[in-house]
């Protein structure tokens, strides 16, 4: 079965640019989150989606936003691209959040 | 004061050994916890969740949950050089499973 896919996998953009992150999650998981890290830290919530429908925020500035498509496939936003916005974006699905969430293998984003 | 900290190591131990991972969590209605294991430039992959208070065991892996004292801890039996990673400890406190927050991770080396 395919886990987590990310695309693309790297990713180098100007400041100020925007830049669209993809993600499909398995079979069958409706719920998508999206993650940055940062070297050194742990992940960062940013969105949570189910059934196509905004569950849960982080705090991240209106510059990012997301969206989950029908096929429970789901888009990551963001605009305005800042040097500090460089990080491994990760990507993951679920079929019971509350039993745990599978990563995919991230976009890794430069900002120069 | 940070929502999960952990120490942020590098924990070394000798292989053979059992390492002891420990994680605190500032928020008392936290209902989930994951351990998550993530090796250099990969992303994180889910290897225990936990509860209820008490031990849960799964193969060489341990974890441990004390809610009264906020803590919840990962013992690694039988350490192997392949068990070296950054360990992540996740806790959740809505049943959704909507925004996990990460500790930092503690590095772990076992040694040959």
């Known amino acids: 079965d395919a886990g987590v896919t990310q695309s693309p996998t790297h990713l180098i953009k100007t400041r100020g640019q925007h830049v669209t992150l993809r993600c499909s999650p398995i079979?069958?998981?409706?719920?998508v989150s999206w993650y940055q890290q940062v070297l050194g830290q742990g992940p960062q919530f940013i969105f949570q989606?189910?059934?196509?429908?905004?569950?849960g925020r982080g705090n991240f500035p209106d510059r990012f936003s997301a969206r989950q498509f029908p096929n429970y496939s789901s888009e990551l936003n963001v605009n305005a691209l800042l040097l500090g916005d460089s990080a491994l974006y990760l990507c993951?699905?679920?079929?019971?959040?509350?039993?745990?969430?599978?990563f995919g293998s991230g976009t890794r984003l430069t900002v120069v | 004061q940070k929502e999960v900290e952990q120490n942020s190591g590098p924990l070394s131990v000798p292989e053979g050994a059992i390492a002891s991972l420990n994680c605190t969590y500032s928020?008392?209605?936290?209902?989930?916890f994951f351990w998550y294991r993530q090796y250099s430039g990969k992303s994180p992959e889910l290897i225990m969740s936990?509860?209820?208070?008490g031990d849960k065991e799964d193969g060489r892996f341990t974890a441990q949950l004390n809610k009264a004292s906020q803590y919840v801890s990962l013992l690694i039996r039988d350490s192997q050089p392949s068990d070296s990673a950054t360990y992540l400890c996740?806790?959740?406190?809505?049943?959704?499973?909507?925004?996990?927050?990460f500790g930092p991770g503690t590095r772990l080396s076992v040694l040959p």
């Open positions: 079979s069958g998981h409706k719920s």
């Open positions: 996740a806790v959740t406190r809505d049943n959704y499973g909507q925004n996990f927050v």
């Open positions: 993951a699905s679920s079929l019971e959040p509350v039993r745990g969430y599978t």
């Open positions: 936990i509860y209820s208070n």
């Open positions: 928020d008392r209605g936290s209902q989930s």
């Open positions: 989606y189910y059934e196509k429908e905004e569950r």
